[in-house]
């Protein structure tokens, strides 16, 4: 399950609601942690967007236990998680910010994040991921 959208309804049993960032937008950064679906994306391509910043995610959310954190802003909070363990399934969370499409038409290594993501999703569905 891909969830990009901003969670307000805990509809699973796992702590995913969204939180909106105290930090002032222009101040806060996005960083990549290392996953297939980040590789080659630069931290700085994601924070700005033509060179403004806080296009990406305005808050954060609060993963499961044991879930692959793969974004995280300036304070150290997950913007994007995978959960492998809260259900039978796959859980792909973001706090807000749509993988697929964002920075699908810039100049920059954002616009990666789609394609490996849906390279992830191959190797998801054909049971070879092992993270």
């Known amino acids: 399950m891909l969830v990009f959208c901003a969670m307000y309804i805990n509809w699973l049993d796992t702590p995913s609601l969204y ?19 980040t ?7 994601i924070t700005y967007r033509r060179g403004v910043c806080g296009f990406f995610s305005r808050g ?19 913007v994007a998680y995978i959960d492998k363990n809260s259900t039978n399934g796959v859980i792909l969370h973001t706090a807000g910010a749509d993988l697929f499409g ?8 954002a616009k990666r994040m789609g394609l490996n993501l849906i390279k992830w999703l ?6 070879n991921n092992n993270e």
């Open 39 to 45: 590789n080659g994306v630069k931290d700085y391509d």
């Open 19 to 37: 939180i909106p960032s105290q930090i002032p937008i222009k101040s806060r950064m996005i960083h990549t942690c290392y996953h297939q679906i």
């Open 102 to 109: 964002y920075g699908l038409f810039e100049q920059s290594t």
């Open 122 to 127: 191959e190797n998801e569905l054909k049971g």
């Open 60 to 78: 954060y959310i609060t993963p499961p236990k044991n879930a692959t954190i793969i974004l995280k802003d300036s304070q150290d909070k997950c």
